[in-house]
């Protein structure tokens, strides 16, 4: 009798636990790019304010990126060298991620722009 019942509450706490993963890994990703993108736009203005070589300052962009496993989608630096980066990573998905409705919650982008002139 307890058996049973503490089976069903042990089973939906799994199956509740699981889906909190599941939806909340999207957003979890997004919180740690979020933080980096902003360290590889800023970094890249400083040091494209600093060197003012463009190519150096995306691989300051790329190197920040790499550190939260993200890579960089976009970078772009306008005429006032404002710098402009959009990182891109996977979240992780055992089901959800499956269906072709929910795929793109699971590819998160987050786009961020330099304070410029490394600021």
């Known amino acids: 009798m307890i058996t049973g019942w503490l089976f069903k509450v042990i089973l939906v706490i799994g ?44 691989a300051t962009a790329d190197a920040d990126a790499a550190k939260e496993g993200a890579t960089v989608q976009n970078f772009q630096i306008d005429d006032r060298g404002v710098v402009r980066v959009t990182l891109q990573k996977q ?22 722009t330099s304070a410029g002139g490394g600021n």
């Open 15 to 58: 199956v509740v636990g699981f889906l909190i993963l599941e939806v909340g890994s999207p957003l979890i990703v997004r919180a740690q790019i979020d933080g980096a993108a902003h360290d590889a736009a800023n970094d890249a203005a400083a040091e494209l304010l600093h060197s003012r070589n463009p190519d150096q300052a995306r």
């Open 91 to 112: 979240a992780r998905s055992v089901l959800l991620k499956k269906w072709d409705t929910l795929k793109s919650w699971y590819d998160v982008r987050v786009s961020v």
